[in-house]
């Protein structure tokens, strides 16, 4: 199946790739339109854009705001919590009233409401708990289980990368120091 668009491609651009091959260019650019090529461009321009911060970079407002909106994502919203096997209180407050709370009219606020928001907000931050408690027996499981000769992760992984590249040419000379008996 392949093959056969190959031929089909071939067949259809010929004169593209006779101009191609003389002049030492790549036949494929020739033929792609200027709309998929700009689509192209656009959208490696915008992810190099998305990628220049990273989620955790809380020292710039565009990563600020990244690290706000996967927040907001890993939240249960009111209107998600009856399909979520929640108790449904905050939906059906929500949507009795007519209007949403607004902490700046002074009103009093409705007490299923607040209590199932607070029901959410601590589900999530026991999930994050976990999380963190998750990645730090995962860290103190690697630190006790490998011989330490580095200094951070850097160092590490700079040293992974000595050790594929030279532990071959290196291992008579590291057993003769582990066992004394080195010129």
Avoid: C
Wanted: hydrophobic share 30%; aromatic share 6%.
């Amino acid at each position: 199946d392949k093959r056969l668009m190959q031929e089909q491609w071939k067949k259809q651009n010929t004169k593209a790739i006779e101009v191609a091959s003389e002049s030492g260019i790549d036949a494929k650019h020739l033929v792609t339109s200027a709309k998929d090529s700009m689509n192209k461009s656009y959208h490696a321009q915008e992810k190099l854009v998305q990628n220049q911060f990273e989620v955790n970079d809380y020292y710039n407002s565009e990563g600020q705001h990244r690290n706000y909106q996967r927040n907001m994502k890993s939240i249960v919203h009111s209107s998600r919590n009856a399909s979520d096997g929640g108790d449904g209180a905050a939906t059906t407050a929500a949507t009795d009233n007519g209007n949403s709370f607004d902490p700046t009219l002074g009103g009093g606020a409705n007490n299923a409401t607040e209590r199932a928001g607070a029901r959410r907000l601590a589900k999530e931050m026991h999930r994050r708990i976990d999380k963190s408690r998750a990645a730090a027996a995962k860290r103190s499981l690697e630190f006790n289980e490998t011989d330490i000769s580095s200094i951070n992760k850097r160092n590490k992984r700079f040293n992974e990368k000595l050790s594929r590249q030279f532990d071959k040419h290196t291992a008579e000379i590291r057993q003769n120091l582990e066992r004394g008996t080195a010129l």
